[in-house]
């Protein structure tokens, strides 16, 4: 009887040479890589001249597609967290800042506390800062890969009225706990009645031990309840914030109020010239 020789599976036959761009496009079309597909030719010609083994090749065109996915996640992302404004912790000047410890900052600005669930209390006198360190920290936990909501305190407060109000609330603080971590604005410069303070209070209590919070206000704690006007429901709310958080107490001069004074001493040496 005569056995049948087994042979491998076929290998598809190597397509033409001119057809391997139109080829390459479609597959990286297929794929979703269009960086793979922009710079092939590119790197190809680079690891010719270099003479990169196939497996460099393979790594860079990989590390340039991962490099613009990443780029371009955190750019959706900063988008998405409705910052005010883009501000860096790079473009903060810390030298006016003498009270904020560069190693906690340095720490913080690793994002590692969100992967925590831990929070970030930002608290000092107005114009020294506060906020633009609160976008800076946001904009790191951004391009770490983490989802980002800022608001001030009195638009989340209308946020989670309204919601209330239609009966949504808990649907509204199920969604905003899928931000990883939401930045709350100003903190005592508008007081807040007592229902405004039991959903603020909500708004707390439902991302504890779940989601961060970053807080920033110009009142110490002691001086919560006459913003929440309720010392136990802000007790608590103190309770919950600082449980797990880096708190910072910052002092020093207001930008606004140093810029004027700087302003002046320049006109004061202009006119004496």
């Known amino acids: 009887m005569t056995t049948a020789a087994t042979t491998p599976s076929a290998m598809p036959a190597a397509p033409p040479k001119d057809g391997l761009p139109s080829l390459i496009a479609y597959l990286t079309r297929v794929l979703k890589t269009p960086t ?6 590119e790197l190809a010609a680079q690891a010719r001249e270099e003479n990169w083994s196939h497996e460099e090749y393979l790594a860079a065109l990989l590390q340039r597609q991962v ?22 912790l790079e ?19 690793t994002a590692t506390f969100v992967a925590k669930a831990e929070n970030v209390i ?7 800062g506060k906020t633009h360190l609160a976008i800076g920290l946001g904009v790191k936990a ?10 001030t305190a009195s638009n989340w407060i209308t946020r989670l009225s309204a919601a209330h109000h239609s009966g949504q609330l808990e649907t509204e603080l199920k969604k905003i706990r ?3 971590l939401i930045i709350v604005d100003e903190v005592g410069y508008i007081p807040f009645d007592q229902d405004a303070a039991n959903l603020f209070f909500q708004l707390v209590a439902s991302r504890y031990e779940q989601g961060s919070i970053m807080v920033t206000s110009n009142l110490p704690f002691g001086r919560w309840g006459e913003t929440f006007s309720d010392d136990v429901v802000a007790a608590a709310m103190i309770d919950r914030l ?32």
């Open 36 to 41: 793979i597909g922009a710079f092939w030719e």
């Open 67 to 88: 490099a613009d996915r990443e780029s371009k996640g955190t750019v959706m992302r900063i988008r998405t967290a409705h910052f005010p404004q883009v501000k860096t």
């Open 91 to 109: 473009d903060f000047n810390l030298d006016h800042l003498p009270s904020l410890r560069r190693d906690v900052l340095a720490h913080l600005a």
């Open 122 to 128: 930002l608290l000092g006198p107005p114009g020294i």
């Open 142 to 151: 951004c391009q770490s890969g983490y989802s980002v909501l800022f608001d």
């Open 178 to 180: 899928r931000y990883k």
């Open 242 to 273: 600082v449980h797990h958080a880096e708190v910072l107490t910052l002092t020093g001069d207001s930008y606004r109020t140093r810029q004027r004074r700087e302003l002046l001493a320049k006109e004061n040496r202009a006119n004496r010239d």
